[in-house]
């Protein structure tokens, strides 16, 4: 699996947009960019996935550049309870259910 | 109602002991597995089983034994504890070996003096 870098922490005003950025300038054509978050004392929690189109659903956007060597996790208005650790995965489809979990960033949302 | 439901939330023990961790999901789900979460908060993949039969397991040490009675459990028996087994365990589940979304439990708190 290509591997991920992410900054170690991030802030964000309540109210406002984080971007989360991710670098996985390794992967292949067949793997997926995933997002899982954890918020402190509980499991990760799925947010968003895609391969090369841009997606959004209800709790975030994810913008994969052109060449696909990084994307942008969006939260459009940050909430105290988007605080968490956020996970960019790079996983490959021959690759089953193996995620592997990196450092992630912790986004601190502030009041 | 709780998707995957790990017992016990917290658990502390002597080095030398045998004890067990459970995990349930009312998901529908055909495949779970145990993570485990080290002090630094690395999450690292420890097992997955698919339909009750055993399809990853990341070398882990032979003191730790899954065992899945049906699709909807999957269980953590760990002999002989040492102390660098002190970690947070998660149980998860997904649809299908290559489920997309991995569902976790809240996780147990295992901590080995």
């Known amino acids: 699996d290509a591997k991920t870098t992410q900054p170690p922490s991030m802030d964000c005003a309540e109210g406002r947009a984080a971007n989360l950025p991710c670098n996985h300038s390794?992967?292949?054509?067949?793997?997926?960019v995933y997002w899982y978050r954890q918020i402190h004392s509980q499991g990760p929690q799925y947010i968003i996935h895609?391969?090369?189109n841009n997606e959004t659903n209800e709790m975030a956007s994810l913008i994969i550049t052109e060449d696909r060597k990084s994307s942008t996790l969006i939260l459009p208005h940050a909430t105290l309870r988007d605080t968490a650790v956020y996970y960019c995965?790079?996983?490959?489809?021959?690759?089953?259910?193996?995620?592997?979990f990196g450092s992630g960033t912790k986004l601190n949302v502030k009041p | 109602d709780t998707a995957v439901s790990q017992t016990p939330k917290y658990l502390v023990t002597q080095m030398g002991n045998d004890k067990s961790i459970k995990c349930e999901q009312n998901?529908?789900?055909?495949?779970m597995y145990w993570y485990k979460q080290d002090s630094k908060k690395f999450l690292k993949i420890m097992f997955s089983?698919?339909?009750?039969?055993?399809?990853i397991n990341e070398t882990v040490p032979n003191r730790f034994s899954p065992k899945s009675p049906d699709k909807a459990h999957l269980n953590l028996h760990i002999n002989s504890l040492e102390l660098g087994d002190s970690a947070v365990y998660f149980c998860?589940?997904?649809?299908?070996?290559?489920?997309?979304?991995?569902?976790f439990g809240s996780g147990t708190q295992l901590s080995v003096l």
């Open positions: 998860a589940s997904s649809q299908g070996q290559g489920g997309e979304k991995l569902f």
């Open positions: 390794t992967i292949s054509g067949n793997e997926y």
């Open positions: 895609g391969l090369k």
């Open positions: 995965i790079v996983r490959g489809t021959y690759n089953f259910n193996k995620f592997y």
């Open positions: 998901l529908g789900h055909d495949t």
């Open positions: 089983y698919n339909n009750k039969e055993l399809i």
